[in-house]
């Protein structure tokens, strides 16, 4: 569908379509790679914390601030996507208390432009979902590999590979759907996990290393195209181009050209009209002062 056929999505909308076409989502954090997306098809576009990581540079999500988010969700909503924009909340903007959940996502939906906000976590989080719900605010949960729990995780590591803590993943799928959000990323967990989610619960299931049962899947923008800065690149990663080498390839084309003097070339360069620029040689020229001194003192 070309883009100027394609309506806004919505939260209703992206509830509506489980079970139904798969959805597409990718982690963006300005203007020019939310236009990319959007172009692309994207339905739901996430303002993820993870831009500590992937473009501030940091070694985990836990260094972004409400501010910083605010600021970029801001940039990705002024290119005007038709895709759903979803501010990722993050540390400790939501934990703790319900009033501070609705203060901050509220910011998220004032100041940022976004239509959704993102939480992770399940049963514990429940009292700030369902505050955050009460002020009429979309939201999109999280579970299994929760970054903003790296430390009490020990790690990035993949969640719900025993069965107990399996089946209290599934009991919180259940229980923040049931709440009423609209959508639940499941992030680095066993594909059978996931397919039991998916298959129980009623809001669609988002995959980020979650395998193929969910009904959507999520990358991030620098890590589709290949912008990424870091070495390490997770297992479910898929690199569909190399523009981190383009880019290179495209600065070292530049450099050449300075050093050769082919840029800027003519075409690029500005000029003044031909009088004016015999008037403006003859103003600036030293021996031309000279002379008229020399007059003068004669």
Known sequence: MADGQR?????????????????KMVTAYDAPTARIADRAGTDIILVGDSLANVVLGYNDTLKVSMDVMIHHTAAVTRAEPKALV????????????????????????????????KLEGGRKRLPMIEAVLDAEIPVLGHLGLTPQSVNTMGGYKVQGKHAQDAYEMISDAH???????????LEGVPDVVAEIVTNEVPVPTIGIGAGIHCDGQVLVFHDVTGLGAGAYVPKFVRKYANLADDAVAALERF?????????????ETYHMPAESEEILRHLADPSDHLMADEAMEG
């Open 7 to 23: 309506r806004p999505m919505t939260a209703p909308a992206v509830r509506a379509r489980k079970g139904g076409a798969k959805l």
């Open 86 to 117: 979803v501010g990722d909340m993050p540390w400790l903007s939501y934990h703790t208390s319900s009033d501070e959940a609705v203060k901050n996502a509220g910011r998220f939906i004032r100041e940022g432009g976004a239509s959704a906000v």
């Open 175 to 185: 229980a923040i759907a049931d709440a009423g959000v609209f959508a639940i990323v």
């Open 255 to 267: 450099y050449a050209d300075i050093d050769s003097g082919a840029f800027p070339s003519e075409g």
